[in-house]
């Protein structure tokens, strides 16, 4: 298991066992999951297909709910809160980063971005707009702010979903299979885009498939028939501070 330095988990797991019916009977695809992670920290989740990666981050964003277990985030038990307490928590403390980037089609790029702090209610008009422009320029897209994401190529609406990910300023980055339609050289640069997070204090847990990636995050937990089998770093670990 992972040794942890002394700050306070972010996000603690306790005991998860998530089942779903199957017929007449019941399919387990989580038994038992726990593991702490402290603020700062680049975690990726690894596996093989169907062994309840993505099925955990839902219950880390309050998507889906444990059928037992706890998943306390931000010192909140996400696993216990409502849909409208859920809302507004998800709102400043997660932004979400899908495969299938989830940019919407008759916003532009720009749009997308400032929609999450409309949402929020953060800032002002004018200063949503101003951090939307400043985002798309830290992820190179400044130029095609005003570009609808049919416009744009795969990795550059990804990159733009990286920074909607950011508008709020969350303390947690979640991503699942975020490089998984995108080629290698895209993947490479969404990976860098990834470490200046971390690198400014903010959280990532990343689910993944691409192995090459996986081994450059310096703590991987592989989940294996709904197991943890490894927890550990690969790396230097990357708490903020450290």
Do not use: C
């Not at 919407?104 to 749009?111: E, I, T």
């Not at 095609?144 to 979903?161: D, F, H, T």
């Not at 950011?166 to 050289?185: C, F, H, M, V, W």
């Amino acid at each position: 298991m992972a040794q942890t330095n002394g700050k306070e988990p972010i996000i603690e797991i306790k005991d998860v066992v998530k089942s779903f019916p199957l017929g007449n009977s019941e399919v387990t695809i989580l038994k038992g999951i726990s593991f702490a992670v402290k603020p700062g920290e680049f975690l990726s989740i690894v596996g093989p297909s169907g062994n309840g990666k993505s099925t955990l981050l839902n219950m880390v964003t309050g998507i889906d709910r444990p059928s037992s277990g706890e998943i306390m985030v931000t010192g909140k038990p996400v696993h216990k809160m409502s849909e409208d307490q859920l809302a507004g928590w998800r709102g400043q403390n997660l932004g979400i980063i899908f495969q299938f980037f989830q940019m919407l089609p008759a916003l532009s790029l720009l749009q997308n971005v400032i929609l999450p702090m409309d949402l929020a209610g953060k800032y002002s008009s004018r200063e949503r707009r101003e951090r939307a422009m400043h985002l798309l320029e830290i992820v190179g897209l400044a130029d095609q702010a005003n570009k609808l994401p049919s416009m744009v190529s795969g990795g550059q609406q990804q990159r733009a979903a990286i920074a909607r990910a950011l508008a709020n300023d969350p303390p947690i980055i979640i991503a699942d299979e975020p490089t998984g339609n995108l080629d290698s050289r895209n993947s490479q640069d969404i990976f860098e885009l990834f470490n200046q997070v971390v690198g400014q204090g903010k959280t990532m847990l990343m689910v993944t498939h691409d192995k090459e990636l996986a081994k450059r995050v310096p703590r991987v937990v592989e989940i294996l028939d709904g197991r943890i089998t490894r927890d550990e770093y690969v790396g230097r670990p990357n708490w903020a501070g450290y």
